[in-house]
């Protein structure tokens, strides 16, 4: 499959790694306002980079597609079968959409109140306290679980580290057991914005 490798590399790994680095830098809310703010503090110049990061992981992704090169219409190309990679492609479109507009809530915030994190820990719990909200980010982050899994398998059978049916099957539950816990933790996160409280705080 290596000639998959250019796709796999340019629309799963970069928007994981944004994912992940969210997470950390969220994560600190957990332990209350005061360390949000101490342990995420937001400055233009880390915007205006995270801003940077994002559009050119997003420039990654559509080359990333146009880069899959099908023998014929119905070939599924990395994935499993055609309905995977169409899936794929959607739950892509979702979990971008997500991405795109948590970048357009960070501009806003810190338009609003300026590079202050603290007000934007109180923004946050407010914003993401709407019903609507609330649905477009747990559809988001469902979304961008389906896409990591699918992808994060993808990308190492592209590697070929399975070569047959059995350790493929393995490699899908281990790759989707992986961004369940990442989408688990994300969700720890917004649980705290949104009621209150996290399940887990973490050490």
Same mark, same amino acid.
């Given at each position: 499959?290596?000639?998959?490798?250019?796709?796999?590399?340019?629309?799963?790994?970069?928007?994981? @790694?944004?994912?992940?680095?969210?997470? $950390?830098?969220?994560?600190? $809310?957990?332990?209350?306002?005061?360390?949000?703010?101490?342990?995420?503090?937001?400055?233009?110049?880390?915007?205006?980079?995270?801003?940077?990061?994002?559009?050119?992981?997003?420039? $990654?992704?559509?080359?990333?597609?146009?880069?899959?090169?099908?023998?014929?219409?119905?070939?599924?190309?990395?994935?499993?079968?055609?309905?995977?990679?169409?899936?794929?492609?959607?739950?892509?479109?979702?979990?971008? @959409?997500?991405?795109?507009?948590?970048?357009?809530?960070?501009?806003?915030?810190?338009?609003?109140?300026?590079?202050?994190?603290?007000?934007?820990?109180?923004?946050?719990?407010?914003?993401?306290?709407?019903?609507?909200?609330?649905?477009?980010? $747990?559809?988001?982050?469902?979304?961008?679980?389906?896409?990591?899994?699918?992808?994060?398998?993808?990308?190492?059978?592209?590697?070929?580290?399975?070569?047959?049916?059995?350790?493929?099957?393995?490699?899908?539950?281990?790759?989707?057991?992986?961004?369940?816990?990442?989408?688990?933790?994300?969700?720890?996160?917004?649980?705290?914005?949104?009621?209150?409280?996290?399940?887990?705080?973490?050490?």
């Amino acid at each position: 499959m290596p000639r998959y490798r250019s796709h796999i590399a340019l629309t799963v790994w970069p928007i994981t @790694a944004l994912f992940v680095l969210e997470l $950390a830098r969220m994560w600190p $809310a957990l332990r209350g306002a005061s360390s949000f703010a101490a342990a995420s503090p937001v400055t233009w110049p880390s915007l205006v980079a995270h801003t940077v990061a994002v559009l050119a992981s997003l420039a $990654a992704y559509v080359r990333g597609w146009s880069t899959l090169r099908l023998r014929s219409p119905t070939e599924a190309g990395p994935y499993r079968s055609e309905g995977c990679r169409r899936l794929q492609k959607l739950a892509g479109g979702l979990a971008w @959409a997500l991405a795109v507009a948590h970048l357009i809530l960070r501009w806003f915030m810190t338009v609003r109140v300026g590079p202050v994190a603290l007000s934007h820990y109180e923004l946050l719990r407010g914003f993401l306290s709407h019903l609507p909200v609330l649905g477009f980010y $747990a559809l988001g982050l469902a979304a961008l679980g389906l896409f990591l899994s699918q992808g994060l398998a993808a990308s190492l059978r592209a590697w070929g580290l399975s070569r047959g049916a059995e350790s493929s099957r393995w490699l899908e539950v281990g790759c989707t057991l992986a961004s369940a816990v990442m989408v688990l933790m994300a969700i720890n996160v917004l649980s705290h914005f949104v009621t209150g409280r996290a399940y887990w705080m973490g050490p």
